[in-house]
């Protein structure tokens, strides 16, 4: 496990600025019109203009080389670093916690970090290692994740029915998340009788594939009062970790300890039990991984994932709302984009700026992001 503690406890590192291109379907739309549009309302956002960042961490997954210098030289060419992150699903986590090392570091201290992507042609390199797979689904994330609902349902009783309020609730909280993919709250009738896909996973309790974009703007201390930054409208970075598997016990997927461990590593990092959070936002492609991971993460104990959504304790208003952007399932999963939104998501709510989904008295939130490898990347907010 990375540790940061020292970097972040020593040189505060801020979120000034959050922009975003709606998450959508897949269109004729350009890429570079897409993440321009994130990055300009970030500027815009923090009150910044672009000569003054100094460098731009561009996560991606399905564009191709050199997509950010591409994109951004359409501000100016200002010669700052550009960096080209891929991490999978946890590409936009990974380089907003490299814009957070950059400025803890000293080495920048106005540093954007943005996500974008389009569907693009889906290869991964698993498929490309030269081994011949147990299975033709033995490496799709579809599959596994319902043969670990099936388990979850024969070990622990647990019911389609608890699986699909997750999706309801998300579905709940994206229609009213002007950048969501879908808009529409759905009911438990309506998710449980959607098409079904892999075992008792139903089409609305999968996340889909698009595009989008979104930016956030960091800096330092320095920088936050050099700029005549806001101090009310800054989130300050109080912890940033990365992982990876390692061998778990028997009894437990591999995944959910990943996420175990992460999350606490962060929370450690962060001096914050997972019971003083007020908002997380986690990686939901499928609706069994919340109800694990709001476990795992410590929200709630193990075993009370589903009666945590049932009671209406992950709700926004409840007591710690889980994905109230919609998370994965209803805002959309670009890849690219979506840990830099989750992160702009946190700050809309610690600002206390999310009309119409705002959870009250927002004090503390963790960003958590997984990535096919598995890879893990953990971050904890605070508002300023």
């Given amino acids: 496990m990375t540790n940061t503690h020292s970097l972040l406890r020593e040189r505060a590192v801020y979120v000034v ?6 998450y959508g379907f897949p269109s004729e739309t350009p890429y570079v019109q897409l993440g321009l549009q994130a990055v300009r309302e970030a500027l815009a956002d923090a009150g ?15 564009l191709g080389m050199a997509a950010g210098r591409v994109m951004l030289r359409h501000l100016g060419s200002t010669g700052l670093e550009v960096l080209q992150v891929e991490n999978a699903s946890a590409s936009g986590s990974t380089a907003f916690r490299i814009a957070c090392l950059q400025v803890a570091s000293g080495e920048h201290d106005v540093v954007l ?5 389009k569907f693009g042609d889906g290869r991964r390199a698993v498929l490309k290692d030269g081994l011949t797979p147990l299975s033709p689904t033995a490496n799709v ?6 043969l670990l609902a099936r388990r979850c349902m024969r070990e622990r009783g647990l019911t389609r029915e608890d699986m699909a309020r997750v999706a309801v609730k998300n579905h709940g909280n994206a229609a009213r998340n002007p950048y969501a993919q879908f808009r529409k709250p759905r009911t438990l009738e309506q998710v449980l009788a ?40 800054a989130v300050r970075v109080l912890a940033s970790t990365a ?24 929370l450690a990092q962060a001096g914050i039990a997972a019971r ?11 609706t069994i991984e919340e109800l694990l991971y709001t476990e795992a993460v410590g929200v709630c104990e193990t075993g009370e994932g589903a009666a945590y959504v049932a009671r209406g304790d992950a709700d926004i208003g409840g007591r ?12 959309g999963h670009p890849l690219g984009p979506t840990g830099i939104g989750q992160v702009a998501e946190i700050t809309r709510q610690l600002r206390g700026e999310a009309a119409g989904r705002q959870h009250p008295g927002a004090r503390l939130a963790l960003a958590h992001m997984i990535g096919l490898g598995s890879v893990a990347v953990a971050h904890v907010l605070a508002r300023a």
């Fill in 320 to 331: 710690c709302a889980i994905n109230p952007s919609g998370g994965l399932i209803g805002m």
């Fill in 194 to 233: 959607s098409a079904p896909v892999a075992g008792d996973l139903t089409a609305m309790q999968c996340c889909p594939r698009g595009e989008g974009a979104a930016a956030v703007i960091v800096v330092s201390e320095a920088a936050l009062q050099r700029l005549g930054i806001p101090r009310e409208r």
């Fill in 113 to 117: 970090a943005m996500g974008v992507d």
């Fill in 141 to 146: 994330p579809l599959v596994k994740f319902a």
């Fill in 48 to 62: 910044l203009t672009w000569p003054q960042v100094r460098s731009a961490l561009v996560g991606t997954a399905a």
């Fill in 17 to 22: 600025g959050i922009g975003m291109h709606p």
């Fill in 243 to 266: 992982s990876s598997e390692m061998l778990p016990p028997e009894d437990t997927p591999a995944l959910v300890d990943l996420v175990r461990k992460s999350a606490a590593a962060a």
């Fill in 276 to 286: 003083d959070l007020d908002i997380v936002e986690l990686h939901d492609a499928f």
